[in-house]
T-cell receptor, first 112, second 115 residues
């Protein structure tokens, strides 16, 4: 099963930029990398997705190096409301990308 | 409003008493899935369905059953619940389930306590 590795937790202060790195050494050649955000007692919600280089939307940026074995989610100027768990996902070619592995995610704690 | 709904949101039951958690989506999505979430273990996929009458096991299918008789509904059935199935359950759907490139939309969750 395709797996990802992320730090268990991170602390930050309001206004800082936060970078969360995910390792996915066995990513398939044609697979994408997707990040989700989850607040307590809510279902995860999509943040950003990319295949290579850099992707930016109104919420975050995603940096993917050329070898695609890792990716970094960047949250600019975080606020208290960004306190959440962040999950990095890649597909599983063995199961034709139909199965999903969220893992434990990275718990981001933003302090005032 | 496009959404995934789950019922009930909270449920307390006893060991061995069969229960069903319903999941419904109004987005005409082909792919639906069930996850459970436990402290320290993150989200783990239980079952998924690529379309009507097509279901397959996720990572933790033991003790659960599912059915997909209609495109919009994907109920999770616990035939004989046990305390180790106490968890927070999420249903999700996506357009066709073709990998992580498709956004999954999650329901609000069902918190289950099995005594």
């Amino acid at each position: 099963l395709a797996k990802t590795t992320q730090p268990i937790s991170m602390d930050s202060y309001e206004g800082q930029e936060v970078n969360i790195t995910c390792s996915h050494n066995n990513i398939a050649t044609n697979d994408y990398i997707t990040w989700y955000q989850q607040f307590p007692s809510q279902g995860p919600r999509f943040i950003i997705q990319g295949y290579k280089t850099k992707v930016t939307n109104e919420v975050a940026s995603l940096f993917i190096p050329a070898d695609r074995k890792s990716s970094t989610l960047s949250l600019p100027r975080v606020s208290l409301s960004d306190t959440a768990v962040y999950y990095c996902l890649v597909g599983d070619l063995k199961y034709n990308f139909n199965k999903f592995y969220f893992g434990s995610g990275t718990k981001l704690n933003v302090k005032p | 409003e496009a959404q995934v709904t789950q019922n009930p949101r909270y449920l307390i039951t006893v060991t061995g008493k069969k229960l069903t958690v319903t999941c419904s989506q109004n987005m005409n999505h082909e792919y639906m899935s069930w996850y459970r979430q436990d402290p320290g273990l993150g989200l783990r996929q239980i079952y998924y369905s690529m379309n009507v009458e097509v279901t397959d096991k996720g990572d933790v299918p033991e003790g659960y059953k599912v059915s997909r008789k209609e495109k919009r509904n994907f109920p999770l059935i616990l035939e004989s619940p046990s305390p180790n199935q106490t968890s927070l359950y999420f249903c999700a759907s996506s357009l066709s389930g073709r990998g992580v490139r498709e956004t999954q939309y999650f329901g609000p969750g069902t918190r289950l306590l099995v005594l």
